[in-house]
C-alpha cells in the first residue's frame, strides 16, 4: 500500500503555506545582500539604480588603497592573533568544565559565555576603561585581548559540545599504557575534537573580523580595521569601495559557513 504524504487537504495547504512564509522570510533577510553586490560593480561614484554600468574599479581601488590595505592588514592580524589565543583558552576552559566537578561550575560556565549575552556597547565601555588604566588603548596588543575576550564563548561552546559525547574511558586507556597529561590530550584528546575546536576558532575569527564597536572605542588611526574603515567611510563619504568591501566580507562569510558545515559532517561521521 502506497502511503500519502499528506492526510488531508488542510496539512497539504499548511505545507505550502509554510514554504511560501519560510520562503518569503528567506527573502526578506538576503535582500539587503543581493541589493549591495550590483552596486559594487557600478561604474560611477553614485549608489543609484539602475547602473550606469558596470567595472572592477572599487575592487581595485579596495585592494591597491593604501588605507584599505592597512585595514585588511590589521583586520588579518588582530583576527588570527586573537582567535588562536581564543581558542587555547577556550579548549582549556572546555576540557576543565567537562572533565572537573565543583561547586560553582555553573556560575564559572555563566562567567566564560557572558561576552555572548551582554551588550556589546557596556563591554566595549568597560574595556575602554579598563585598558585605560593599563596604557592598552590604541594599541594592537588591547585589540587582541578585547577579541580574544568576544571570542572565547565560541570556542568554549562548540568544544564542550563535542566533549559531551567523548568517551573519557579512551583517556583513562591512555593513562593506564603510561602517557602524561599532556600526551593523553595530544595524541587521544585533540584529533578527536578537533572539529569542534576548528569551529569554534573560525567563529573566534569571524567574531573578531565582524566586530566594530570595541575598535571604536580602543583603537587608535593605526589599528584601523576593515569594518572601522566601512564605517568611518559611510559616516564621511559613501562610496562603492564600500560596496565592493562589503561583498568581499559577503563572499568570506560564505567561505567559512561552508567550512563550518563541512566539519560538522565530518564530526557526525566521526560520532556516528
Known amino acids: 500500500m502506497q502511503l500519502q504524504p499528506y492526510a488531508t487537504p488542510g496539512q497539504k495547504l499548511w505545507h505550502f503555506t509554510f514554504l511560501a512564509i519560510a520562503g518569503a522570510g528567506l527573502l526578506f533577510l538576503i535582500l539587503p ?18 547602473l550606469s554600468g558596470l567595472s572592477l574599479q572599487w575592487y581595485q581601488e579596495v585592494f591597491q588603497s593604501e588605507v584599505w590595505a592597512r585595514a585588511i592588514k590589521n583586520s588579518m592580524l588582530i583576527g588570527v ?4 589565543l581564543a ?13 572537573v ?3 560553582g561550575k555553573g556560575a564559572v560556565n555563566a562567567l566564560l559565555v557572558s561576552p555572548m549575552i551582554v551588550p556589546i556597547v557596556i563591554s566595549a565601555l568597560g574595556l575602554y576603561f579598563f585598558f585605560a588604566e593599563l596604557g592598552l588603548n590604541a ?30 574511558n579512551l583517556m583513562r586507556a591512555a593513562a593506564s599504557l603510561g602517557a602524561n597529561p599532556v600526551k593523553v590530550f595530544f595524541s ?36 584601523r580595521t576593515l569594518p572601522r574603515q566601512m564605517f568611518d567611510g559611510i559616516r564621511e563619504n559613501i562610496t562603492p569601495a564600500i560596496m565592493a568591501a562589503a561583498t568581499l566580507l559577503i563572499i568570506f562569510a560564505l ?14 561521521k566521526l560520532n556516528g
Open 139 to 168: 594599541t594592537y596588543t588591547g585589540l587582541i585581548l578585547a577579541h580574544t575576550a568576544l571570542g572565547a564563548p565560541f570556542v568554549v561552546i562548540t568544544v564542550t559540545a563535542t566533549l559531551q559525547g567523548f568517551d573519557k
Open 33 to 50: 545582500i543581493l541589493v549591495i553586490i550590483p552596486l559594487s560593480f557600478n561604474s560611477t561614484s553614485f549608489l543609484s539604480y539602475p
Open 81 to 84: 592573533a586573537s582567535a588562536l
Open 255 to 268: 567561505v567559512l559557513l561552508s567550512v563550518l558545515e563541512f566539519l560538522r559532517r565530518r564530526s557526525e
Open 188 to 223: 587521544v584528546v585533540l584529533p578527536l575534537i578537533l572539529p569542534g575546536v576548528v569551529s569554534g576558532a573560525l567563529f573566534a575569527f569571524a567574531t573578531s573580523f565582524d566586530e566594530v564597536v570595541v575598535v571604536l572605542f580602543s583603537a587608535g588611526p593605526e589599528q
Open 101 to 103: 566537578e565543583f561547586r
Open 87 to 99: 581558542t587555547i583558552l577556550g579548549t582549556l576552559a572546555s576540557m576543565g568544565l567537562t572533565q
